[in-house]
């Protein structure tokens, strides 16, 4: 089918991390579709009749993995609508996967990755940005009590996904404590060393 000539890279790393601003600036330069498994979920929640729109607005409040069934249409019917509106096959999926069975049905079911983004933050940086941007974001899950419980199912479920792709040496990691726009001079080295 279409989507397996796509070139899918993961973009991985804590809440907050960055990872949506650095895939606005790959978005721009390399004309990859941006893809957020979260942006995607909270669209889904807000459909009108959706049948899952109070279970993300759980998950998402109390900062838990939905289920892969879920996202994974989501991602694939976004993927294709994509390929067809211009032909577009180059994608940058944010914030997925993040749990170890996500992970492997994506690549056995969609496309394997060309390689994962990793932005490694510590969490006192990013419980910073994520309040701050609560300011003024509206997201349900800016706030400490919600980002809290991001920050365990990160360390607990979202790592060992990770680690495992770092195990395999398919794991690019970039030092996102600096600012965004040295942050992204790394990124565009690392992406010139794979070749793009
Ligand atoms: N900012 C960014 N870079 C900065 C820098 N270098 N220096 C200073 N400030 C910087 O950035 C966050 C804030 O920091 C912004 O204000 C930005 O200006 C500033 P952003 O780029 O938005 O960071 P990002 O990593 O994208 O943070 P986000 O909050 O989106 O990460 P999450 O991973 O928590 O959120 P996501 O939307 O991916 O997921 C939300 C929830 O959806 C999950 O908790 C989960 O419940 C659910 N979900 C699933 O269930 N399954 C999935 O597969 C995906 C999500
Ligand atoms: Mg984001």
Same mark, same amino acid.
């Given at each position: ?14 809440p ?22 979260g942006?995607?979920l909270r669209?889904?929640q ?8 109070e279970m993300i607005k759980t998950y998402i409040k109390e900062g838990k993995i939905v289920p ?22 180059? #994608?940058?999926?944010? &914030?997925?996967?993040r749990k170890? @069975?996500?992970?492997?049905?994506? $690549? =056995? /079911? ?29 997201r349900s899950d800016d706030n400490e009590e919600s980002i809290k419980k991001r920050f365990v199912t990160f360390?607990e479920t979202s ?5 495992? #792709?770092?195990?395999? &040496?398919?794991?690019?990691?970039? @030092?996102?404590?600096?600012?965004? $726009? =040295? /942050? ?13």
């Open positions: 089918t279409d989507k397996d000539q796509a070139l899918v890279i993961f973009v991985l790393g804590g907050g991390a960055g990872k949506g601003t650095q895939c606005a600036n790959l978005v721009r330069d390399y004309g990859f579709k941006h893809l957020s498994a942006d995607l669209e889904e807000q459909r009108p009749g959706s049948e899952f729109g892969m069934e879920v996202t994974i249409q989501l991602l694939e019917n976004a993927m294709k609508a994509t390929i067809e509106e211009n032909g577009n096959r180059k #994608f940058l999926i944010d &914030g997925f996967p170890m @069975d996500q992970a492997i049905k994506f $690549e =056995e /079911v969609v496309v394997p990755s060309k390689f994962t983004l990793f932005f490694d933050c510590p969490e006192e940086t990013m419980r910073a940005r994520l309040l701050n941007r609560g300011l003024t974001s509206g360390v790592m060992p996904v990770v680690n495992m #792709f770092n195990n395999e &040496g398919r794991v690019i990691k970039v @030092d996102a404590t600096k600012t965004p $726009e =040295e /942050v992204y001079e790394v990124v565009v080295k690392e992406f010139a060393s794979k070749g793009l």
